[in-house]
């Protein structure tokens, strides 16, 4: 892991992202921004883009993880940082885990987000293991339930992440 960043840089990652997140209300899209910053102090945007795409996925910080990521030509973003104008949701955290994200930093919180109308409450208790009935999620095990593991395995040729 590379060296914490400075107070000021964190400070101006945020401030910029937040000013993302303005421009896309500006031009019709939600109010969320956020800047991945690769090990090699390249930045990399993303703006919520869900009514834009029709894509539930396309938060801010998944937009600019996707980003990054072709940018850099690499699924492994380890020693970059991810700056996010509000709160990143359980997608979010969960995206930048996979891309082996180092830190992230936010702006404003959930709670400030909920005041907006975007109460992603319900899905931290769903993580949380308190609103189970929310996802019905059922393990049924097929005869060839292990074949694709067993395909990766035997793949000389695969790419590990």
């Known amino acids: 892991m590379r060296a914490h960043p400075s107070a000021a840089d964190v400070t101006g990652y945020l401030t910029e992202a937040v000013a993302l997140a303005e421009r896309n209300v500006a031009a019709g899209g939600g109010p969320f921004g956020a800047l991945v910053v690769t090990a090699d102090g390249n930045v990399h945007e993303g703006v919520n883009r869900v ?48 891309a082996r994200i180092d830190r992230v930093y936010f702006a404003a919180d959930r709670h400030g987000a909920a005041a907006a109308g975007f109460d992603d409450a319900v899905f931290y208790e769903y993580f949380g293991g308190t609103r189970p009935e929310l996802l019905p999620v059922s393990h049924t095990q097929v005869p060839t339930s292990g074949a694709p593991f067993d395909a990766w395995r035997s793949n000389a040729g695969r790419t590990d992440y």
């Open 51 to 98: 009514t834009r795409d029709n894509d539930p996925t396309a938060h801010a910080e998944v937009v600019a993880i996707r980003t990054a990521a072709k940018e850099t030509r690499n699924f492994d973003l380890s020693g970059a940082v991810l700056y996010a104008s509000c709160e990143p949701c359980p997608l979010c955290l969960a995206a930048a885990l996979w």
